[in-house]
Every structure is written in structure tokens, then in C-alpha cells.
Nanobody, 122 residues
Framework: QVRLVESGGGLVQPGGSLRLSCAAS????????MGWFRQAPGKEREFVAA????????YYADSVKGRFTISRDNAKSTVYLQMNSLKPEDTAVYYC???????????????WGQGTQVTVSS
């Protein structure tokens, strides 16, 4: 497992942008699939985006396609989530996750960060 630390959350107006970062410990970062998830108050955690070289490439939830972009810098052991055209419904705690293998999504036994709050409000 790796230790993950998210940053970059905050308060932004509708239509604005934010870039989240997730820094990972360990020397095998490039081997991991990386993803972003979010959880809004009173709702279950949901998938947002993943960068998974072995298990399917790059893929997004329908709700963020065309607005969010996931990228990674293996030299910095960091994955990013660029969020544009933000909407109030994007308000949530955003988590990054890391996992091995061909699975498209992580499970509770994989590595998760502590989360960063994103609030979209005027």
C-alpha cells in the first residue's frame, strides 16, 4: 500500500476551476492505477475519474466528462484532477485512491487518502 495525501480543495464559484493534487509515497507509483472519488453529504462515495494503464486507460463518470481531466506525473508520484465548469452539485469531499491490477475500481482494502473538501457556491 501507499500513503496518499490530497490537496487543492476549497471554495469556488459556479463556473470556476480547481486543480486537486494527490501525492503518493513509495517508489512504485507508476505501477498503480490511480483514481478520484467523491462523497457529498448524505450520499454514498462515487467514482469520478481513473488513470489505469493496465485496467482500461483513462475513464470518467458521465457527470464529469468534458469538464474534469485526470493526469499523473510519475516522476513526482502525483495524480491530478483538473476541474473546470464547476457546478454546485460537484460539492463533495474528494478522495484519491491507488490500486494494483486489472480492476477498474479500487475496494476498501486498497489505499485511500483522507480527502479534500470542494465547495461550489456563489
Amino acid at each position: 500500500q501507499v500513503r496518499l495525501v490530497e490537496s487543492g480543495g476549497g471554495l469556488v464559484q459556479p463556473g470556476g476551476s480547481l486543480r486537486l493534487s494527490c501525492a503518493a509515497s513509495g517508489r512504485t507509483f507508476s505501477m498503480y492505477a490511480m483514481g478520484w472519488f467523491r462523497q457529498a453529504p448524505g450520499k454514498e462515495r462515487e467514482f469520478v475519474a481513473a488513470n489505469n494503464r493496465i485496467g482500461g486507460g483513462i475513464y470518467y463518470a458521465d457527470s464529469v466528462k468534458g469538464r474534469f481531466t485526470i493526469s499523473r506525473d510519475n516522476a513526482k508520484s502525483t495524480v491530478y484532477l483538473q476541474m473546470n465548469s464547476l457546478k454546485p452539485e460537484d460539492t463533495a469531499v474528494y478522495y484519491c485512491a491507488a490500486w494494483y491490477g486489472t480492476r477498474r475500481y479500487p475496494n476498501s482494502n486498497d489505499s485511500w487518502g483522507q480527502g479534500t473538501q470542494v465547495t461550489v457556491s456563489s
